[in-house]
């Protein structure tokens, strides 16, 4: 199986991973997942795009994501789009590179 | 391992909806009103005739060039602020410390231009604007000179 790597742009993760850091994509299960997990998810309102973010809690079956940004417009996260189902989580993000 | 090859994702880490929608324009435009009312209010002169009629016309005019200065400062302190909370974020404070002092100073200066008919903190207002804008458009990593309408 080939390797997936993620790039990220925008600054919703700063100033943990500034724009253009780029992550090993993990391949787990959803019991695997911790609090804390930086994951790259299937947006729920756009087919077309993926998100990095982090795991904040789990209710049920779903995940609550964030952003690192301090700042309350910095990250479209599930503020403004609420809990995921897990089979929008498509992996656990592991850094290589700021 | 680092030879093996890999698909690339390009991943979304970006903001809320109103992203990429801002532009310190809008202040500097009702920042030039205030500060042309502000002349006008200054070059009005007084009546020669002193009559009801020509005295009527003077306040008249005088009291409109009040009520925009009033209500372009109020808009330009708007604009401000939205710029301040929305646009700005946290990061950019690295490359632009002065910026939280900079955009406190621009809307004192919005007041100020409200209580009193003052020439200078009409163009203090303008100058401090001006250091905004090229805080914005260096964060947007464009080169947009500065120009005015007036």
């Known amino acids: ?98 | 391992m680092e030879d093996t090859p890999f698909t690339l994702i390009e991943a979304s880490a970006h903001c809320d909806g109103p992203c990429g929608v801002y532009d310190p324009a809008s202040a500097r435009v009702a920042g030039e009103a205030v500060q042309s009312m502000t002349k006008k209010m200054l070059a009005l002169e007084y009546p020669q005739v002193f009559s009801s009629e020509s005295m009527a016309s003077y306040l008249n005019t005088m009291s409109r060039y009040a009520a925009i200065k009033e209500e372009e400062a109020q808009k330009c302190k708007k604009e401000l602020l939205v710029l301040w909370t929305d646009f700005f974020k946290p990061m950019h404070l690295e490359a632009h410390p002065k910026l939280h002092d900079t955009f406190w100073q621009a809307a004192k200066l919005c007041s100020a231009c409200k209580v009193e008919v003052s020439a200078q903190h009409a163009q203090e207002l303008m100058d401090a604007i001006e250091s905004i804008h090229n805080m914005f458009w260096s964060i947007k990593g464009r080169e947009v000179p500065w120009i005015r309408a007036s």
């Open chain 1, 1 to 98: 199986m080939s390797r997936v790597r993620v790039h990220i742009s925008g600054d919703s993760m700063w100033p943990t991973f500034p724009n253009g850091s780029l992550f090993e994509l993990i391949d787990c299960t959803f019991e695997e997942l911790n609090i804390g997990d930086v994951v790259l998810a299937q947006h729920p309102f756009h087919s077309e795009v993926q998100i990095v973010k982090r795991i904040e809690s789990f209710r049920d079956r779903t995940v609550f994501l964030v952003g690192d940004n301090p700042d309350p417009l910095a990250s479209e996260d599930s503020h403004n789009f609420g809990s995921i189902n897990e089979e929008a989580i498509l992996g656990r993000c592991e850094l290589i590179q700021q």
